[in-house]
């Protein structure tokens, strides 16, 4: 089988899907890797390292498009602008392996399906020990956490380390860090080792000792959040009474904030907002805030997506596709995960197998023989899953109803 590569499309991505490293062990499954000339240029992989590892650097895209597999950080919903022509030159049976964003975009997947093409989309991956490996959602929020907090010591007025100087204390920064996830996790650490006094909250109690082995205060707020955290580990939507008394309770942290980094996201939904522009006007002159949750519509009421806006004295930044700042190492990171992947469900042959008894297969196959398959998908969809239908067929109404 052949795996291509192509150049991203998305406006300002620089990530590859795949790097040089993890070109022998495609081709020791069996595989002939192609990659689109430059296609890892803007990540800081040339085409000759590319060579040198036994992939094929091809300029023409009718030959990426001749591919049995396509390999992409963004397809699809991932990619609504510029992703829907690569979807008209897809072909029946083609499989695409990517970030797809199926649940906050799920029409590109039914323009997939109707191509016959085979859609995989790796923001589905469940959070079972087996697939740890392949979690691009952790891996780029890693990434994501990271920087934000260097995009907010940058924006700051003042230094994160306390000193002790000959023209006195440097007292040190305050960073409180909303949702304690991969990012907020990787946040709290990279603000601890830049010397800040870092506090976090999160609506899963759960995360409390995580929060604080890596050298965090963990803020508690009494606003019973038993149920804040659904199967698969991440946090649950709440309703809108929950996330007033969640404000009223932070704008009193905020008072004393002098760096906020928000990272609450729910999947395939709106962000919730949870910083006010009152909660803003509480904060202190020269306060920062980094909105991680901006291309979601933001966790704070005044972000706006990949802009910065000054409010009262206090900057808000609203970062989009963090990942693709630091894209060496957010490609090497990704390209581990989308190879772990694609040898999941490669068979001893090489070829695709499509084992829907597995619960990785199964939660990440989208579109397959024309149709939306994935049941969470063909909800966002307004249709009825294939699955649904075959049990309604076989099993019929109850009385004869």
Not at 33 to 55: C, F, H, M, N, S
Not at 128 to 147: E, K
């Amino acid at each position: 089988m052949i795996v291509a590569v192509p150049k991203e499309t998305f406006p300002g991505e620089r990530r590859v899907a795949l790097v040089p490293a993890v070109v022998p062990s495609l081709i020791k499954a069996g595989l002939e890797v192609r990659i689109e000339a430059g296609a890892g240029l803007a990540a800081g992989y040339p085409d000759e390292q590319y060579t040198a590892k036994g992939a094929q650097v091809v300029s023409s895209p009718e030959e990426i498009r001749q591919a049995d597999i396509l390999l992409q950080v963004r397809a699809a919903g991932a990619n609504p602008d510029a992703g829907a022509d690569a979807i008209d030159q897809l072909r029946e049976g083609q499989i695409v392996i990517a970030m797809a964003d199926p649940l906050g975009t799920p029409e590109p997947a039914r323009r997939m399906a109707e191509r016959g093409a085979v859609l995989f989309a790796l923001e589905l991956l469940p959070r079972i020990t087996r697939a740890q490996s392949m979690d691009v959602l952790s891996s780029m929020a890693t990434v994501a956490g990271y920087r934000a907090v260097l995009l907010g010591a940058t924006a700051l007025p003042k230094m994160c380390p306390m000193m002790m100087t000959a023209a006195g204390t440097v007292s040190p920064a305050k960073v409180f860090v909303v949702g304690a996830g991969v990012a907020g996790l990787q946040a709290i650490a990279t603000a601890r080792k830049l010397g800040a006094v870092v506090s976090a909250y999160d609506v899963r109690a759960a995360v409390k000792e995580q929060v604080q082995s890596l050298g965090g205060k963990f803020v508690e707020m009494d606003l019973g959040t038993g149920d804040a955290e659904d199967k698969g580990g991440y946090a649950k939507a709440m309703d809108e009474e929950f996330y007033r008394r969640q404000r009223e309770m932070m704008a009193k942290v905020l008072a004393e904030t002098d760096l906020l980094i928000t990272t609450a996201a729910v999947p395939g939904k709106k962000a919730p907002t949870l910083v006010t522009a009152e909660m803003i006007a509480g904060m202190p002159s020269g306060s920062v805030i980094v909105d991680l949750a901006a291309e979601r519509g933001g966790n704070c009421e005044l972000t706006r997506p990949g802009e910065t806006v000054e409010q009262g004295g206090v900057t808000i930044l609203g970062p989009a596709n963090l990942p693709s700042e630091v894209p060496f190492h957010a490609s090497q990171m990704y390209a581990k995960n989308i190879t772990t992947f694609l040898q999941h469900l490669l068979d001893d042959d090489g070829q695709v197998e499509f084992n829907l008894e597995d619960e990785i297969t199964r939660d990440t196959l989208i579109t397959r023989g024309g149709q939306v398959v994935q049941p969470r998908v063909c909800e966002a969809l307004g249709i009825e899953s294939p699955a649904s239908e075959q049990e309604n067929k076989e099993g019929g109404a109850p009385n004869g109803e």
